[in-house]
């Protein structure tokens, strides 16, 4: 073969028949459980080998989860923090702790996933949409504009591993005497201007699901600076009491006499949960450098434009998230790119267009945008009080700018154990690619 043809060969596109960068898989891109070693089994045989799986007791008490909860205070300057059986539990308990209700209007991004807007209708409010700006978060001027008579909260999501513009959210939140309640889920140890997310806000809530950043397979953490919330989302995580220093159920306090959710932790998940937060560093340590080595090999590519970022150092760098120029564009890239091997093995959503990001985005959820219920009597869009809310909508169209990300966005995961080979076959592919698709 002639080095004219080896040339055109090499450059074709393998999704046009050329060679592709790799033909092996990138690693899965669950990012605390590629860490998971004797750590982790260490602390979750101390349960079993106690035969102590409750956290509040038992024949001997490992206390795991009391030990999760004071060691996250301490490292992230939290005042109290509380294990939780999920994140999507945190924030349905954090709705109640506020006293959120029928009535009550809670401002939240059209970039999100689904647990959010659940929380929000389930405790009888109703989620009012606010567009997002070109950090894929929250937008503080189309937020100040959506503040109205009935707001009572803003529901801030650190979307794809980093915080947006937080702090000018934060101000609008006191300026307006709005509750602040931080997403964390997809943002374990990210921090902004070294801030750790979480600490801006009334309460911060967190996820420990597989995809996180660090995980315990379920799990969720629920932070705030209040004593008085904190009190209240204890008894509200349990079962609407708090508890004696036995581990049992007081119900002697007139004040604190709710409805729990029975979202506790268990033991056992304290235990991996602990293991895995010690390492969280090094976790995010790796994405963030292997996701802007590849963003520094790839600035001033014609075409691609990248998420703005404010603060690089607090990104926790689990995500890369593209721009294209049309929704044509975005679909050939990301086909282009998975022909030539930047994909995880069957299964992955290594590599895919925004579209495809399923319930992340409002527009996608079913029992959003047709205002479903868990009730025969269409609660709470049905209720007397959210009568203000008759004219929302939330099909597509709600938010132009969040629609255009959705059409033109494209997403890679950042693995946490990627090798130098993939790095540099990444960026490789994405040159290509980008030769010839935005050129």
């Given at each position: 073969m002639s080095s004219n043809s080896a040339s055109t060969s090499a450059e074709q596109l393998a999704i046009d028949g050329g060679q592709p960068v790799r033909t092996a898989p990138l690693p899965w891109e669950f990012p605390g459980a590629g860490w998971m070693n004797e750590e982790e089994r260490e602390l979750v045989m101390r349960v079993v080998d106690a035969h102590s799986p409750f956290r509040f007791y038992g024949p001997q008490a490992q206390h795991m989860v009391d030990v999760f909860?004071?060691?996250?205070?301490?490292?992230?300057?939290?005042?109290?923090?509380?294990?939780?059986?999920?994140?999507?539990?945190?924030?349905?308990?954090?709705?109640?702790?506020?006293?959120?209700?029928?009535?009550?209007?809670?401002?939240?991004?059209?970039?999100?996933?689904?647990?959010?807007?659940?929380?929000?209708?389930?405790?009888?409010?109703?989620?009012?949409?606010?567009?997002?700006?070109?950090?894929?978060?929250?937008?503080?001027?189309?937020?100040?504009?959506?503040?109205?008579?009935?707001?009572?909260?803003?529901?801030?999501?650190?979307?794809?591993?980093?915080?947006?513009?937080?702090?000018?959210?934060?101000?609008?939140?006191?300026?307006?005497?709005?509750?602040?309640?931080?997403?964390?889920?997809?943002?374990?140890?990210?921090?902004?201007?070294?801030?750790?997310?979480?600490?801006?806000?009334?309460?911060?809530?967190?996820?420990?699901?597989?995809?996180?950043?660090?995980?315990?397979?379920?799990?969720?953490?629920?932070?705030?600076?209040?004593?008085?919330?904190?009190?209240?989302?204890?008894?509200?995580?349990?079962?609407?009491?708090?508890?004696?220093?036995?581990?049992?159920?007081?119900?002697?306090?007139?004040?604190?006499?709710?409805?729990?959710?029975?979202?506790?932790?268990?033991?056992?998940?304290?235990?991996?949960?602990?293991?895995?937060?010690?390492?969280?560093?090094?976790?995010?340590?790796?994405?963030?450098?292997?996701?802007?080595?590849?963003?520094?090999?790839?600035?001033?590519?014609?075409?691609?434009?990248?998420?703005?970022?404010?603060d690089p150092a607090g990104d926790s760098g689990p995500f890369m998230l593209m721009l294209l120029p049309t929704e044509d564009h975005a679909q050939r890239f990301v086909d282009a790119l998975k022909a030539e091997g930047i994909r995880g093995p069957d299964g992955s959503l290594a590599c895919l267009t925004m579209r495809d990001w399923g319930l992340h985005w409002y527009s996608n959820i079913p029992s959003l945008v047709n205002k479903r219920s868990n009730s025969a009597d269409g609660f709470p869009w049905s209720h007397p009080l959210n009568s203000f809310a008759e004219q929302y909508s939330y099909e597509h169209g709600a938010l132009p700018e969040c629609d255009a990300m959705h059409a033109r966005g494209a997403l890679l995961t950042i693995a946490s154990v990627l090798k130098d080979n993939d790095i540099n076959d990444i960026i490789t592919a994405i040159k290509k690619v980008s030769r010839a698709v935005l050129s």
């Open positions: 909860e004071k060691e996250w205070c301490e490292k992230y300057g939290h005042k109290h923090a509380l294990g939780v059986s999920s994140g999507t539990a945190g924030l349905s308990i954090a709705m109640s702790a506020l006293g959120l209700g029928p009535g009550d209007e809670v401002l939240v991004p059209g970039y999100l996933w689904v647990s959010c807007v659940s929380a929000v209708v389930r405790s009888g409010a109703i989620p009012r949409l606010v567009d997002v700006d070109n950090t894929f978060c929250l937008d503080p001027n189309d937020l100040r504009e959506k503040i109205g008579p009935q707001t009572r909260a803003v529901l801030c999501v650190h979307m794809s591993g980093a915080p947006g513009r937080i702090d000018e959210i934060a101000a609008l939140c006191r300026e307006n005497r709005l509750a602040l309640i931080e997403d964390c889920a997809q943002a374990s140890g990210a921090s902004f201007k070294g801030q750790a997310v979480g600490t801006f806000g009334d309460i911060g809530v967190f996820s420990f699901q597989l995809n996180k950043n660090m995980t315990s397979g379920e799990g969720g953490m629920v932070v705030t600076q209040s004593d008085a919330l904190f009190k209240r989302i204890v008894a509200l995580h349990d079962l609407g009491y708090p508890r004696t220093p036995a581990g049992r159920l007081d119900t002697s306090d007139p004040n604190t006499q709710l409805w729990g959710v029975g979202a506790r932790m268990p033991e056992l998940t304290g235990a991996m949960a602990l293991a895995q937060m010690r390492k969280l560093e090094k976790i995010t340590g790796a994405m963030r450098g292997a996701k802007w080595r590849i963003r520094e090999a790839l600035e001033g590519t014609p075409g691609l434009e990248f998420r703005h970022v404010p």
